[in-house]
């Protein structure tokens, strides 16, 4: 009877819990802590709460969160249920002083609760002062550490202060004591678009322990002025065995500290009128590819600007005045690489020439601004003269830049000469009843439409970048699979997984409208949610890219088997999100 009792409470136990008061409180297991030590912030929730949401910790910039956990009880008096829940929280100081953790807050049935402020004394350390210094391979890790930092992780910047579109290097380091498992890795997030620029690993001595150290990498370029906040990133890993802990493996989160970057307009002074945005430190050259031309024929004038900074923004210079030609921009090519952790590289603009007169023809210099940071001045470069002889020649030979750059000779003539020799079918046997003849006047329109249909398709493409990015996105998917499907025959782990984040990232920004580069974790996820995107999907697309980044930056260890089924998961994935996106 008393066990059906018991059942009967926990059975009601929401709807009794809905009906009372809660009491929401916070306290800490000591309130005097050395730098380096940790201790316990515990959030408890009692009585009238069903399932309540994670609190929500106050800004501690002067303490990390190194681990977390829940634990929850349901007490039984004179018929009364009630319940308790408690969210642990381990702290560590990052600096010396007297410090006060603002109240804890929770939302729960559209009220919002929260926590007294507790203050914190945090005093000097006995250890050695921190020390940090490059050192030689050490081939294994403890796995089992004094639990004082034994993983943290940091986010530094080269910068504070920058220029618009002014590159910025963004550091995220992660110190690994012990070993651990299962990590899942999640970079800063921030409104800037960001470009990975690639990842290292070294050893350094940090109080007395030597860490193994990975260092990640990214490229900023913020495009407007302003001050804009750069989020933690996080680490969030396994420690122990089923031994160690009662109830199996810890939980740990190693979570770096938040930035915040103040982005300047460019100065107004000494700005000069061709200034079109670019930034960086940069040369230019220019080139003819033929310097004896005959009228009417094509000569392609190469602008070559090379250098650092964010070289696919550069657009094209500021062309001469050329009265006697015909000018057509015919595109351009970008090649960039990663130098001594710069973006740097070289864009190549292709200007078709076409004479309208015989003579010889000096081509002005081509003049290109930009704004070098280092100095804080805007400087201009200017090309030489360049020389053009051309003959005579006749204007039946057109030409035109086609879409890919070359030039296209056009071929016509005015005048059809009539046949005077005309072969005569029997009255009985008109040629415009034929099926063959019918057909062939079909076809002109057919080809009519197919053009007609073709020009608005490119025309969508260069106006709407929404259908472009869409459009591109699907490309990417079947290429991706493609490749995908190679390195998964090969069983090459790291190249596969790095071509699943590809078309996971690549997919889904396409899909949402949004440079890939911009399209963190945290941010793919909100823009997913405010597409309806259900619960489970979202986690399962969260898990795969979390295994993505754990290969790809070389977290932890991967069982080949995996792929196969990673695959799988990823096409899965791939066609649900055809369907609701």
């Known amino acids: 009877m008393k066990i059906l009792k018991f059942c009967i409470y926990l059975t009601i136990l929401p709807l009794t819990l809905g009906a009372q008061n809660i009491d929401f409180t916070a306290s800490c297991d000591r309130t005097q802590v050395a730098l380096g030590e940790t201790f316990t912030l515990e959030v408890k929730v009692n009585g009238n709460v069903s399932n309540p949401p994670e609190p929500k910790l106050p800004q501690m910039s002067d303490f990390d969160v190194v681990s977390s956990s829940r634990g929850q009880s349901v007490l039984i008096n004179n018929g009364k249920v009630s319940s308790s829940i408690s969210f642990n929280y381990t702290l560590s100081p990052t600096k010396v002083g007297k410090f006060s953790i603002g109240p804890c807050t929770m939302n729960y049935k559209g009220k919002t609760i929260q926590t007294q402020p507790i203050d914190i004394e945090v005093v000097k350390s006995s250890s050695p002062s921190q020390q940090s210094s490059a050192s030689s391979y050490v081939p294994n890790l403890p796995r089992k550490g004094t639990g004082q930092k034994d993983v943290f992780a940091t986010l530094t910047i080269n910068k504070n202060k920058a220029y618009v579109n002014e590159q910025l290097i963004l550091s995220v380091k992660i110190y690994q004591y012990i070993e651990f498992s299962s990590p899942a890795y999640t970079p800063p997030s921030t409104t800037l678009g960001m470009d990975l620029l690639g990842q290292s690993r070294n050893y350094e001595t940090v109080d007395g322990k030597r860490y193994l150290v990975t260092e990640i990498k990214y490229a900023l370029f913020p495009m407007s002025a302003g001050t804009y906040k750069i989020e933690p990133a996080s680490l969030r890993y396994e420690i122990g065995d089923f031994f160690s802990f009662p109830f199996g ?44 031309i005959k009228q009417w024929e094509p000569a392609t004038l190469s602008i070559t600007i090379s250098g650092e900074g964010n070289i696919k923004s550069i657009e094209t210079p500021k062309l001469p005045e050329l009265p006697d030609f015909k000018v057509y921009c015919s595109g351009s090519d970008v090649k960039s690489n990663t130098n001594k952790d710069k973006i740097a590289g070289q864009k190549v603009f292709k200007i078709i020439l076409v004479p309208q007169k015989e003579g010889k023809f000096e081509i002005p210099p081509v003049i290109f601004s930009y704004f070098d940071p280092s100095v804080g001045e805007y400087k201009t470069l200017t090309t030489g003269n360049l020389f053009l002889s051309v003959s005579a020649g006749t204007k039946s030979q057109t030409y035109v830049a086609s879409p890919d750059g070359q030039p296209v000779e056009v071929v016509g003539q005015d005048i059809q000469y009539i046949k005077t020799e005309l072969n005569l079918n029997k009255e009985d046997n008109y040629f415009y009843k034929n099926k063959i003849f019918l057909f062939i006047q079909i076809l002109p329109l057919l080809a009519l439409l197919i053009a007609f249909m073709s020009a608005k398709q490119k025309e969508r493409l260069l106006t709407d970048k929404a259908y472009a990015r869409a459009v591109d996105a699907d490309k990417t998917r079947k290429k991706g699979l493609a490749k995908c499907q190679k390195t998964l025959t090969k069983g090459i782990s790291k190249e596969f997984y790095d071509e699943v984040h590809k078309i996971l990232i690549g997919y889904i920004s396409g899909k949402l409208n949004m440079p890939a580069p911009a399209l963190t974790t945290d941010v793919a996820m909100n823009r997913l949610k405010e597409k309806n995107i259900d619960e489970d999907l979202l986690k399962r697309f969260h898990n795969l890219l979390s295994t993505c980044e754990l290969a790809k930056f070389g977290l932890g260890e991967l069982k080949n088997e995996e ?17 609701k996106l």
């Not at 792929?563 to 998961?569: D, V």
Request: charge should be positive; charged fraction near 30%; aromatic fraction near 6%.
């Open 249 to 292: 493996s810890e939980t740990r989160v190693a979570k770096t500290n938040p930035l915040e970057v103040t982005v300047l307009n460019l100065p107004s002074k000494g700005k000069p009128d061709d200034y079109s945005g670019a930034i960086g430190k940069f040369q230019m050259s220019c080139k003819l590819d033929n310097m004896q």
């Open 563 to 579: 792929m196969n089924k990673n695959y799988k998961e990823l096409t899965e994935l791939l066609t649900e999100f055809s369907k």
